[in-house]
């Protein structure tokens, strides 16, 4: 069952197969392994993992290089053929799934995972868009750098969906979003033109950066086939706790005291609330809580520095022994080895399926100031506890960035078909809260086609003119990953 409805659904429509004349050709420039049609191999890449889509496709393409796919893309553009990348297809919002009516051609760039190039002087890594993300990570490692991007599906999520999501994860509060990642970028326009912009500058401010437009546009105005992307210090010092906090205040109180003493060893700094934590020690096998108690909230924080000399245990003690006395922090767990840092993380890595497993829920992928994330939490808790009484409410993320991940699970006993028909009262209920707080209905997972109608209400006027006149420049027959992310 899914988690959630999406807003439209239909029923695949039977597949009409691609022109043979047009198929042709594809095959002469993609060769033997660069086309799918089998309906068994196709499957996989039909549904979301979530289970929130169903699509149907007559094909998919697996270009193994930049020419491969201009070529191919030019081809399809001059057929009229819609395109809708694919990377790991790990979207929690449907960007990366063709629609019901079997005309949409799949996308996969799974075949271009090359890391072209390392510099551990210039500090950047050139991979191409299907390199796994974990990969990414691994080979800067092999380089002695660090290239800091960490999420949950980072096994399988790759470079080129990462970089069209703009995806956050855990670190975001010291490294930034994808975007502040990415130096430059190479991009295949619709038509199949090419952009070669490969550039490791720091500073260069000739023109409109085009390269910052595709960064979060979900594949909508072109198609990114490699990137130049900022590489760091590999840590030398690591210290990581789980702590038990009074509340929400609490919990924003002693990060702000770990920022203030030195911001730059925050690595991530993680919300979970004790019912989340109930449900990962309940669900997720070996999982076990290092605290004497249960608490109803609790923070992750992970410190890391490159200095040598750094004295981050010495740091994390200090500061928890200030947020004890002041009654901020209730109990705590310092990791003393990699088994339990691992341990610790995996409790706030296991939420997600925790949920998953205790039954369904609703999740919410929202954004406030920072300093407004307990009033966010403990107003979304309340109204959605009254909007379906006997609820659950699961907040958790990343409250370092004011992310939040404002989930609900359905009440004890209750039709989980019954409870999902409910979902966008849910989210209506949310984002109605985070709106009067300055916030966002979309931090980090993307708009796809589960939220395009919010946009309009968002972000419409002279904004969202702007993003329809920039997508009908760039693709004027909006042929590229259509109905995602612009509302129809």
């Not at 998919?60 to 694919?86: F, G, N």
């Not at 039709?415 to 931090?443: K, Q, T, W, Y």
Request: proline content about 7%; hydrophobic content about 40%; charged content about 25%.
């Amino acid at each position: 069952m899914p988690d959630t409805i999406p807003p439209r659904t239909a029923m695949p429509h039977e597949v009409a197969p691609l022109a043979e004349p047009l198929m042709a050709a594809l095959r002469a420039i993609l060769g033997p392994r660069g086309i799918i049609t089998d309906p068994a191999d196709l499957e996989p890449h039909l549904s979301d993992w979530r289970g929130l889509y169903r699509g149907a496709s007559p094909a998919l393409i697996r270009p193994a290089s930049t020419e491969e796919l201009s070529a191919a893309l030019k081809l399809l553009y001059d057929a009229d053929i819609p395109v809708v990348p694919q990377g790991g297809n790990t979207s929690m919002v449907g960007g990366a799934m063709p629609d019901e009516s079997g005309r949409q051609v799949i996308l996969s760039l799974s075949r271009m995972n090359r890391i072209r190039d390392i510099d551990p002087v210039d500090m950047t890594m050139v991979a191409e868009a299907g390199v796994v993300l974990k990969t990414a990570q691994d080979a800067a490692a092999g380089a002695g750098c660090l290239f800091p991007l960490s999420l949950g599906a980072e096994g399988t999520a790759t470079i080129g969906g990462v970089l069209s999501t703009n995806a956050g994860g855990n670190t975001t509060v010291r490294y930034g979003n994808a975007r502040e990642l990415m130096l430059g970028l190479e991009i295949v326009l619709p038509d199949g033109g090419v952009i070669n912009g490969l550039r490791r500058l720091r500073k260069d401010n000739t023109g409109y950066a085009l390269r910052h437009l595709m960064v979060g546009a979900e594949g909508s105005l072109g198609i990114i086939t490699a990137a130049v992307l900022r590489l760091f210090p590999r840590p030398r010092a690591e210290a990581i706790a789980l702590c038990a906090v009074e509340s929400e205040d609490a919990a924003l109180s002693l990060f702000r005291r770990f920022r203030d003493r030195d911001e730059t060893a925050v690595r991530a700094f993680e919300y979970m609330s004790g019912t989340g934590m109930d449900f990962a020690l309940k669900h997720i096998e070996g999982a076990t809580l290092p605290l004497s108690e249960r608490a109803d909230h609790y923070v992750l924080v992970d410190l890391a520095s490159s200095r040598p000399d750094a004295d981050l245990r010495g740091l994390m003690e200090a500061v928890l022994e200030e947020a004890l006395d002041a009654g901020e922090v209730l109990d705590a767990a310092l990791a003393e080895s990699e088994a339990q840092r691992h341990a610790i993380w995996r409790l706030r890595e296991e939420h997600p399926e925790a949920q998953k497993r205790e039954g369904a829920s609703v999740k919410n992928d929202v954004s406030v100031p920072v300093s407004k994330v307990p009033e966010m939490i403990r107003r979304c808790s309340d109204a959605l506890r009254e909007l379906i009484p006997g609820s659950r409410p699961v907040p958790f993320g990343h409250m370092g960035d004011g992310n939040i991940h404002m989930n609900l699970e359905q009440p004890e006993g209750m039709d989980p078909a019954e409870f999902l028909a409910r979902s966008h009262d849910i989210m209506d209920c949310v984002n109605a809260i985070v709106r009067e707080l300055d916030g966002s209905f979309s931090a980090e997972h993307g708009i796809g086609r589960l939220k395009p109608d919010m946009l309009a209400d968002w972000r419409g006027g002279a904004e969202l003119g702007a993003m329809l006149r920039i997508k009908a420049a760039l693709d004027p027959k909006g042929l590229l990953n259509p109905g995602k992310v612009l509302p129809a």
